[in-house]
């Protein structure tokens, strides 16, 4: 079994301990595990990795959202705050889920969040 891993690591300094112990913890069933960093202004290289892989032959089985885990501690009081908070939360799983269901079959996609 194959599975992707969406994360960010320059925002995960307080979850980024959990999420890679996840990765370990699927690593040690035997599931092998790819860390993608998502896109911060556009999906097109995130959904240009998934086409490829499609075309390819190499799907995963499941994908894992995790880049919006520290949207809590974001500073949201501030257009420019709100706006990354919302681009690295809801747009960035929203465009992952796109690029994903645009080839079939589509792997499961579960979204981490707090």
């Known amino acids: 079994m194959h599975i992707a891993l969406v994360i960010d690591p320059e925002r995960m300094a ?3 301990m959990a999420v890679e112990r996840l990765a370990v913890a699927l690593a040690s ?3 092998r595990v790819t860390r993608i960093l998502p896109a911060s202004a556009s999906e097109a290289p995130l959904a ?3 086409a490829e892989r499609h075309a ?3 799907r995963w089985h499941g994908v894992i959202h995790a880049a919006s885990l520290d949207l809590e501690q974001r500073d949201t009081s501030s257009p420019t ?3 990354e908070a ?3 939360g809801v747009i960035s799983a929203m465009q992952l889920a796109q690029a994903l269901v645009a080839h079939q079959p589509a792997p499961r996609l579960w979204l981490l969040t707090r």
């Open 14 to 16: 307080v979850d980024g």
């Open 29 to 31: 069933e035997g599931t």
């Open 48 to 50: 240009r990795l998934i």
């Open 56 to 58: 390819a032959g190499r």
């Open 81 to 83: 705050g709100l706006d």
């Open 86 to 88: 919302r681009q690295h």
